[in-house]
């Protein structure tokens, strides 16, 4: 009898565009896929491909944490993805899915206009008229300012906060929300904006944090300067929301009902990475991480291939097109 042929896994990469849809079948691609060994013993396997999917096949099954494999898949006329890990087992393939933008590509918002994010999500909506009355005004200004870029942000982070839960049942957003306008002093960027918030949103985040679902930042004013308390979700492995709180500005807004409101100053945003994966993240990412603010494009991209992992569908509402 012949030796028992060793156990191995497969990988099934699934590639989509910036429209999150599949990759067209003329787009030609390569990819790298290595284990989880240390580099002196690492093994890669180049893999070439064209279109949205590709079954790659006897990639080598240790049983450990070794199966934990990377994928960095590079094109032509798009920028890169990586992801890691992508956990293979012989039971059935693993499953990569992974975002290619356009180069020279543009943030497109006809998925977003305000009609549609009314009846897409009027929750979104809501937020954004809260405090003012002229507020597709100011929506469809966001689309001009720096390229769409703080739109895209904003519309990043009210999506990701939609998809949490928090202990008593309400996702962040269910609170009430205020954005604060033209204050410089919480001014709207393109990695965060700051709103005025319903204070009972604190404790149900605390919460969250004792149940493990959120981590507490120590001295968050280092990096935030004013804020007073900071949680930041732990969830994925890449973009996890932030809710950094300014105890200090407060405001009493009336609710739907007319009665009064205590808000505080929330500030959220999305890093990139957990330290544990930075510098992975860092190495392979097309348009590696600057010093200046986090690409609302770069945190779409890492967010939706997060989510895919954990089963969920990452839609802001805006695509990424040439």
Request: glycine share 8%; with cysteine; charged share 15%.
């Amino acid at each position: 009898m012949g030796a028992t042929p060793s156990p191995t896994g497969s990988i099934l990469i699934n590639l989509v565009d910036g429209t999150r849809q599949p990759l067209p079948s003329s787009v030609q691609w390569s990819a790298t896929i290595s284990d989880g060994r240390a580099p002196s013993e690492r093994q890669t396997f180049p893999v070439n491909g064209s279109g949205s999917t590709e079954l790659v096949k006897g990639l080598p099954f240790f049983d450990n944490l070794f199966d934990a494999y990377r994928v960095i898949v590079s094109t032509k006329d798009y920028q890169g993805a990586a992801w890691q890990p992508v956990n293979i087992s012989p039971a059935k393939p693993a499953a990569l899915n992974a975002m290619l933008l356009p180069k020279n590509g543009h943030f497109n918002f006809s998925g977003a206009t305000w009609d549609a994010l009314n009846n897409r999500r009027p929750r979104f909506a809501q937020i954004v008229s809260a405090g003012i009355a002229d507020a597709p005004a100011r929506y469809q200004n966001l689309m001009e300012v720096q390229g769409g870029a703080v739109l895209a942000c904003m519309l990043n982070l009210l999506t990701a906060m939609s998809q949490i839960t928090l202990p008593s049942g309400k996702s962040p957003i269910d609170y009430y929300w205020q954005p604060i306008w033209d204050n410089s002093t919480f001014a709207m960027a393109q990695d965060r904006f700051f709103a005025y918030a319903d204070k009972a949103l604190i404790p149900d985040v605390v919460k969250a944090a004792a149940f493990g679902a959120f981590a507490q930042e120590q001295d968050p004013g280092i990096f935030h300067p004013g804020s007073t308390l900071s949680y930041k979700q732990v969830q994925f492995d890449v973009t996890n929301v932030q809710l950094t709180f300014h105890e200090g500005n407060t405001l009493s807004v009336p609710g739907p009902d007319g009665t009064a409101i205590d808000c505080v100053v929330v500030e959220p945003d999305i890093d990139y990475f957990k330290d544990l994966l930075a510098h992975f993240f860092l190495e392979v990412v097309p348009n590696k991480v600057s010093d200046g603010l986090t690409d609302p494009r770069q945190v779409h991209v890492l967010r939706w291939m997060a989510g895919k992992q954990a089963g969920l569908d990452f839609d802001p509402l805006y695509t990424y097109t040439t």
